[in-house]
């Protein structure tokens, strides 16, 4: 089965769960998982410099749970009852694992990346030279580019429905600091820097401070910005009080070295990690 007759049936059993009943249906559901697990399709790349989601993968993620049945999975000592299996050969494909680190199947880690006893939900990409350090969590369908951090706790939700929604995107050479959340489908432009504690959700106000005058953007972190927690007030019926934003307070230099210029940058800043 092609990858376009893969779609096309999954379009239809999506507009009609009924159909799944046919065995054909069910078998592209599980060749369109089986093309993400292996990473041969994503559910978001990124084209002519923007992302592009394929809301047909996400589609086959959500039939996917309806095709599954609930399984015992005997890992060791370990025991889990789940309907998604968990990723096998790790060491074939150069992928270093920490117990307990989880990577679902249906999940694609590129030859070179790190999980530490953190979790990789079903549909999610991460990509070569990137740690997913203790507790991080790659929610599902988020999409992480190469040679980037996520410290330990961080929180990138997942996002699978409405099908067509943008997921979570970590680009390259990003620096997540400790227990930050990125969540509803924010962009985190390449080689940003997001300090302790961030937490940057579809509405949050992510103000560029570095000027004279404040600039607002929402959903997106510019390329190379450093970044940390703030907060502005805002009028209640009850009063005025403080809510949640992030300040770009400086820029990552371009460098052929990034690593130096992520540490300047770091220092520069004051930026808790």
């Known amino acids: 089965m092609d990858r376009d007759e893969i779609k096309r049936r999954v379009e239809a059993v999506f507009q009609d769960r009924a159909q799944l009943a046919e065995a054909k249906n069910e078998e592209a559901v599980r060749a369109a998982v089986a093309l993400l697990d ?6 978001a790349e990124k084209q002519g410099g923007e992302w592009k989601v394929n809301d ?10 309806a095709v599954q049945k609930m399984e015992v999975h005997e890992v060791g000592p370990f025991q889990f009852h789940d309907k998604i299996p968990l990723k096998k050969d790790l060491k074939e494909r150069g992928v270093r694992v920490v117990p307990p680190g989880t990577v679902r199947y249906g999940a694609f880690i590129e030859r070179g990346a790190v999980v530490m006893p953190g979790y990789v939900n079903i549909g999610g990409y991460v990509g070569a030279g990137t740690m997913v350090d203790t507790w991080a969590t790659v929610g599902s369908c988020a999409q992480v580019g190469r040679n980037v ?3 330990g ?8 429905e409405p099908p067509g929604a ?8 990003c620096f997540i600091g400790s227990r930050c959340i990125v969540v509803e489908g924010v962009l985190v432009e390449e080689q940003a820097v997001l300090g302790a504690n961030t937490t940057i ?24 910005s450093v970044v940390i927690p703030g907060s502005i007030p805002k009028q209640f019926p009850a009063g005025s009080y403080n809510v949640p934003c992030a300040l ?14 992520l540490n300047d940058a770091l220092r520069e800043f004051a930026v808790e990690v």
Do not use: N, Q
Request: avoid cysteine; glycine fraction near 12%.
């Open 201 to 224: 959700t579809s509405s949050t106000k992510i103000i560029d401070v570095t000027g004279k005058e404040p600039v607002v953007h929402k959903g997106r972190v510019p390329a190379r």
């Open 56 to 65: 047909w993968l996400k589609k086959a993620v959500l039939l996917f749970f």
């Open 149 to 151: 951090h996520l410290s």
């Open 248 to 261: 770009i307070i400086g820029t990552r230099t371009k460098s052929t070295d990034e690593k130096t210029s």
């Open 38 to 43: 292996r990473g041969e399709a994503r559910i």
């Open 166 to 173: 943008r997921p979570v995107i970590i680009e390259d050479g």
């Open 153 to 160: 706790g961080v929180g990138l939700g997942g996002v699978l």
